[in-house]
């Protein structure tokens, strides 16, 4: 009987160490996962929160009495709202064919685009390094909204 006793702890010894190798093989599988899914994760907040200011830039633009400090005034609402720096984005307000506008001068019935834009190394995190399929620090982040002046 106690011979049967020392086979087993023999046997459950041996199955620790495959625990170990088994672990040391899936762990920077299951790490590298991980950290992609929190650097997408936070990709897609970004994009939402750039589209849904560029929206509200765009609203702020379609007011009558509207200027370009409004317009930029929406935009920083929002984008200090989520957590973003003040500084790592660009507002462009122009045409639909892409030429500057000031919000001031544009009559009633026209369209005008808002775009907020800005990259990923200004308002990302950078969890998972490049090499192993994380982003690039110069992927352009962009969000557009266009909308007509009211009159």
Sequence with gaps: MSGQMI???RGSRARGGNALIDLMFVL?????????????GYFMFVKHTVEA???EGA????????????VTD?????????GLSKTGYAVLTTDTSGTALNVNTVAA????????QCTWGS?????LPEVLGGMSPTKLV?????MRKEG
């Design 109 to 116: 019935g026209s369209s005008i685009k808002v775009t907020v």
């Design 74 to 82: 929406a935009v920083a609402n929002v984008m200090t709202a989520a």
């Design 7 to 9: 086979e087993k702890r």
């Design 123 to 127: 308002v990302g995190v950078h969890p």
């Design 142 to 146: 962009r969000g557009a909204t266009v």
């Design 59 to 70: 609203r702020a633009a379609t007011v009558p009495a509207a200027t370009s400090q409004d």
């Design 28 to 40: 920077p599988i299951l790490l590298g996962l991980s950290f992609g899914v929190v650097e997408y």
């Design 53 to 55: 200011a560029a929206r």
